[in-house]
């Protein structure tokens, strides 16, 4: 019975200790180790990072005339896709080293649970900013993630889209998208420091609702996506998660903060947990002996007290 007590204790201060790190644990999308991170240079953001944001647009019209290539090579506008059925829609550019898979990963992760079916109710709209990128590059994206999805058959409700500097511009100046170009590797403009979101349209293609981060409620998208298709705008939400990653052009590579934030809150509960399992179990232990010693433990196991006591 008392080490049944100490459990029950220890999973109640558990639960706690869940609670109060538990909005800073759903912003880690993967283990810690899985990622490569630079310096943690601190809630500042860098100077060349100063025009990475994202501006929520709600109610903003998207420029239907805007023409792109899609995945098989065919010209499109981009108001091919609107009026009968409202979209998701992301920017982001397929040679991203890190933070647009993890943006499409959890994109692709949430839908799953979505019990909609894109072609059908919705469609998702992936813009790429990097105008030197091909439709060739949009297909093999475009495969990857619907097979991720498992779902096949939804192929003609994915659009993988690549544009020239004009057509992605009118875009993600509608959306309030804001990127800038940084080094690559070679030491060349090759890449893009830039936030992560994913926006919804309406039918009639008027930005409706933006989720901010790399991972999103399927929960808000399903209810999104409802008010969406019926031309409903909802409302602003927090920029909390808008840099989840900060670029350093220096060592060429993101610092997942929130991933920092979490391991050192892991580490803090764990600390905590495991200081309160020792108190308990000593605690315990010394009921234990004192119980023993004043000779009570004979009383239960003696019938005749038992029938008395009854």
């Known amino acids: 019975m008392r080490q049944l007590l100490t459990i029950r204790r220890v999973l109640r201060a558990a639960?706690?200790?869940?609670?109060?790190?538990?909005?800073?644990?759903?912003a880690q999308v993967s283990s810690y180790g899985d990622k490569e991170t630079g310096a943690n240079t601190g809630d500042q953001l860098p100077k060349v990072?100063?025009?990475?944001?994202?501006?929520?647009?709600?109610?903003?019209?998207?420029?239907?005339?805007?023409?792109?290539?899609?995945?098989?090579?065919?010209?499109?506008?981009?108001?091919?896709?609107?009026?009968?059925?409202?979209?998701?829609?992301?920017?982001?550019?397929?040679?991203?080293?890190?933070?647009?898979?993890e943006e499409l990963d959890g994109l692709t992760g949430a839908l799953e649970m979505v019990?909609?079916?894109p072609g059908k109710d919705f469609s998702v709209i992936?813009?790429?900013?990097?105008?030197?990128?091909?439709?060739?590059?949009?297909?093999?994206?475009?495969?990857?993630?619907?097979?991720?999805?498992?779902?096949?058959?939804?192929?003609?409700?994915?659009?993988f889209l690549t544009g020239k500097t004009p057509d992605i511009d009118a875009v993600t100046k509608a959306v309030g998208f804001g990127y800038v170009r940084?080094?690559?590797?070679?030491?060349?403009?090759?890449?893009?420091?830039?936030?992560?979101?994913?926006?919804?349209?309406?039918?009639?293609?008027?930005?409706?609702?933006?989720?901010?981060?790399?991972?999103?409620?399927?929960?808000?998208?399903?209810?999104?996506?409802?008010?969406?298709?019926?031309?409903k705008i909802g409302s602003p939400v927090a920029n909390i998660l808008t840099y989840c990653y900060h670029y350093d052009p220096q060592t060429n590579k993101h610092s997942l903060i929130v991933a920092r934030v979490v391991q050192v809150g892991g580490m803090?509960?764990?600390?905590?947990?495991?200081?309160?399992?020792?108190?308990?179990?000593?605690?315990?232990?010394?009921?234990?002996?004192d119980h023993d010693s004043d000779g009570s433990d004979d009383d239960w196991n003696n019938p005749n007290n038992n029938a008395d006591k009854g």
């Not at 639960?15 to 759903?26: D, I, N």
């Not at 005339?65 to 829609?89: E, H, N």
């Not at 830039?194 to 999103?216: D, F, M, N, P, R």
Request: contains cysteine; hydrophobic residues 40%; proline residues 5%.
């Open 15 to 26: 639960a706690t200790m869940c609670l109060l790190t538990g909005c800073l644990a759903s």
């Open 268 to 289: 803090l509960t764990m600390a905590g947990l495991g200081g309160f399992m020792f108190v308990m179990f000593r605690r315990d232990i010394k009921l234990g002996r």
């Open 115 to 117: 019990k909609l079916t």
């Open 182 to 231: 940084v080094p690559g590797p070679d030491g060349t403009l090759s890449q893009f420091a830039h936030a992560s979101s994913i926006e919804l349209a309406t039918t009639s293609g008027k930005l409706a609702q933006y989720y901010l981060g790399v991972e999103y409620s399927p929960k808000d998208i399903l209810l999104g996506l409802i008010e969406a298709s019926g031309n």
């Open 126 to 159: 992936v813009i790429s900013i990097d105008p030197t990128e091909t439709p060739v590059l949009a297909a093999k994206k475009k495969a990857f993630y619907l097979k991720r999805y498992g779902r096949p058959e939804t192929a003609d409700g994915w659009h």
């Open 49 to 101: 990072l100063q025009g990475v944001q994202v501006s929520q647009h709600l109610n903003q019209q998207l420029p239907l005339d805007a023409t792109f290539v899609d995945d098989a090579g065919k010209t499109i506008k981009l108001g091919d896709y609107f009026g009968q059925k409202p979209a998701i829609i992301t920017m982001v550019y397929y040679n991203c080293p890190m933070l647009c898979s």
